[in-house]
């Protein structure tokens, strides 16, 4: 990056008393926070939206040694909490385990009356000089009212970008630039160099890019004739009975350019079975599922289980590794367990190394015995994980039970995939994903394969993943997306 340039907007944000800065994908938003904080003269509050956003940040201000008494960085919704539950009578905080969607938008509420009491306006002051809010168009009106009533003591300025604003609120309204945030937080400035695709030596991907965001943000055409040979376009049949077979066979064909690194393949965002079947008919190739952590098959699964014992119990088990695996060879192992059960020595020949740990999980249904099929099961020659987050967080979930004994797999379930929010994705040479599951996240290649519910955010989420090559399969190759 260029530092002059860099310099310059991080003053700004900096020394701005109430702003915004829109950040186009790919051009240096945390770079831009992390220089901000190294030229603030005060400690600065970093709020943002996810774990996986607070580790970003966190990296990149240890990569720029900005000194960790300089910042204190946290979710929106973890500083909220945390700040509301400290001075619970005066916030009035009605539950500090929120879970739900009206118990999590209490805390909002809150941390908003508290900070309109003037009972911790020493308390703001003394700790933060100002604060920065990174990703705000994925604030609910909830949090922009926290993020408000802290600027009427901290000098604060938020970044973010309203044609990357994609997540499914679920009933809550999402922020509103136009109504408000741009008259709270007054545009200072806007991040248009498209640094991601410089460093990587593409400028022919970056102004083609350039060009679709224009397009995107005028509610045009999306017109892919005219791109640049980095990006390529398949046509997708209008049948949908033959339209897997050409979205496999496109990421067959990329498995030629494996050199070029790492691929994200963007698939339906409304339906997690068909990315999963898609993942299941690859996954000899050793393409993965990316799941999203609420990841509703997992928690079902965990359900059936919980709620099941004996025979029951091992074919929910069964049914769960099914899912993730291909070569389970799930009807006829249930079969074989069947026939044991009955006095026969059906599937002995196939299945004889794992009968005796169908038997432990029938008998005593223990996590344990759970634990030692499912791994037996996946160490079976010509068996493939596809689902590989769902499956690693059964087995982490189950060796968490048997050290610690909860209630339930279903809590057990929810403690790790609570923990894997810090951690971030660790992802393989071959991902298939949806656009909220990759939403932040960069790769070497992407294929995007178009749906009918795909807007214009998420055509601009998806088609910016990727820094050497994109491939677009379309039903045309000049098209509106949905409204």
Known sequence: MAPEADTDIARLAAGVRRGSIIAAAGCGKTEQIARAVGVSEHRRLILTHTHAGVDALT????????????????????????????????????????????????VYAAGACLLDSGAVDGVINSSYGGCFVDEYQDCTLQQHEV??????????????????????????????????????????????TPWRWKNAGNEDLAEWLRAV????????????????????????????????????????????????GNLIVIGDSTSENRRSALAQKLAQQGFVNIEAVGC???????RAIDESVGQARFKMLLAFAAKCMTGADKAELQRAVDA????????????????QLTDAVIQDGGNASMLAFLQALRDRPGVRIYRREMYFAMQSALQTTTKTHPPSVHASIWEVQNRSRHAGRRLGIRSIGSTLLVKGLEFDRAIVTSTDAMNGKDWYVALTRATKTIGIISPSVRFTPAA
């Open 59 to 106: 990296r990149r201000l240890k990569k720029l040694q900005i000194p960790s008494g300089k910042y204190r960085i946290d979710t929106i919704a973890g500083w909220c909490l945390r700040f509301a539950a400290s001075f619970p009578q005066r916030s009035g905080i009605l539950s500090t385990a929120p879970s739900s969607t009206a118990e999590w938008d209490a």
């Open 147 to 192: 993020i408000r009533r802290l600027a009427n003591h901290l000098p604060t300025c938020v970044f973010g970008d309203p044609l990357q604003a994609i997540f499914d609120f679920r009933g809550q309204t999402p922020v509103s630039w136009e109504k408000d945030v741009f008259p709270n937080f007054g545009q200072a400035a806007e991040l248009t």
């Open 213 to 260: 965001r224009l397009a995107l943000q005028k509610d045009e055409i999306l017109d892919l004739s005219n791109r640049p040979n980095c990006v390529t376009w398949t046509a997708l049949p209008a049948d949908p009975r033959h339209q897997q077979a050409t979205v496999v066979r496109q990421c067959l064909e990329s498995m030629r350019d494996d050199l070029l």
């Open 296 to 302: 509703k098959t997992l928690f079902a699964a965990a």
């Open 340 to 355: 044991r059960q009955q006095g026969r020595r059906l599937g002995q020949a196939k299945f004889g190394d794992l009968l």
